[in-house]
């Protein structure tokens, strides 16, 4: 499986150690955190199964992948729709994209509490100002909502979206070609 966006790699790790049969690859375009991820398998222990390559997620390479996974990384993305068409291009035919964001609602009156305020103030400082650096600089924010965000997916291709799970703070989607 492909953790896409993986940062230092702690979502990636914490998949190794669960699922000692799998092989993993965590794919992120800032190359300090890579090499930080990669330190970090090695001291837990799971660097055989865990691998960590610098790429954009628009070009990060590989096919045929079981599980492509996005944590809390579509919405920092310029191009999440480019993002999310290459990965839907490197699963296998029977793949699934896991996608986890922050659980906003679609409307910015079901936004307006401390989780909600806490995530706007954030987005403002950190994630929009990080898409809009970056070609096509969609600018999502962390509070884009379920609706948006199905609507990247199925412009990507996907065409069956639905919300598998959620927590007080994310949403996690699942989305298939
Ligand atoms: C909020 S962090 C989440 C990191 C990790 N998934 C986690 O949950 O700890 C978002 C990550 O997306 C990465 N990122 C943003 N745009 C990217 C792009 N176009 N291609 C690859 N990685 C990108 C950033 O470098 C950052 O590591």
């Known amino acids: 499986m492909a953790d896409v966006g993986c940062g230092l790699g702690a979502s990636t790790i914490i998949m190794a150690e669960a699922f000692e049969r799998s092989s993993f690859v965590g794919f992120d375009f800032h190359d300090v955190s890579i090499e930080a991820a990669r330190k970090a ?7 055989q199964r865990a691998k960590f390559e ?7 390479p590989g096919n045929g992948y079981d599980l492509v ?19 839907r291009q490197a699963l296998a035919p029977d793949g699934t994209l896991l996608l986890v964001e922050p659980n906003a609602g679609d409307a910015l009156e079901q936004n307006l ?3 909600g305020r806490t995530y706007y103030g954030l987005s403002t400082v950190i994630c ?6 970056q070609e096509v600089a969609l600018g999502l924010g962390a509070q884009a909502g379920e609706r948006q965000l199905a609507v990247v997916l199925r412009e990507a291709g996907f065409t069956h979206v639905r919300r598998a799970a959620e927590t007080p703070f994310n949403i ?6």
């Open 41 to 47: 398998a090695a001291e837990a222990g799971v660097n």
């Open 113 to 115: 509490n401390p989780v």
């Open 69 to 87: 996974c996005l944590f809390d990384a579509l919405h920092d993305m310029g191009d999440p729709v480019g993002a999310a068409r290459r990965i």
């Open 128 to 133: 929009t100002p990080g898409s809009l650096a």
């Open 54 to 60: 610098v790429a954009s997620a628009k070009d990060f």
């Open 172 to 177: 996690i989607l699942e989305a298939r070609p």
